[in-house]
Nanobody, 115 residues
């Protein structure tokens, strides 16, 4: 089993910043990918950013240049620095862990950006 605990969401003004954190614990393989998805009301979850243990990254086009993903492998923690926030970034953000055999999700954290 793998557990993911997210923190750092909340309310921000347009143009502002927030940082999300996700601590991953349990049966973690060293070769893994951690990252973030988000879900708008009535929609499916969509990719925000992913990062492998080796440092490879993948970003959604909508957040490139504004969001930065990073991770601390020693702490099994992944971060999402969100700058230049827009009202359309308002969503529930989910932390995701996967390795060769399994995918786990966090419980989700609300991010609300006011105009």
């Amino acid at each position: 089993q793998v557990q993911l605990v997210e923190s750092g969401g909340g309310l921000a003004q347009a143009g502002g910043s927030l940082t999300l954190s996700c601590v991953v614990s349990g049966s973690i393989f060293s070769a893994n990918t951690m990252g973030w998805y988000r879900q708008f009301p009535g929609n499916q979850r969509e990719l925000v950013a992913l990062m492998t243990n080796g440092g490879g990254t993948n970003y959604a086009d909508s957040v490139k240049g504004r969001f930065t993903i990073s991770r601390d492998n020693a702490k099994n923690t992944v971060y999402l620095q969100m700058n230049s926030l827009k009202p359309e970034d308002t969503a529930v953000y989910y932390c995701r862990y996967n390795d060769y055999s399994k995918i786990y999700w966090g419980q989700g954290i609300q991010v609300t950006v006011s105009s």
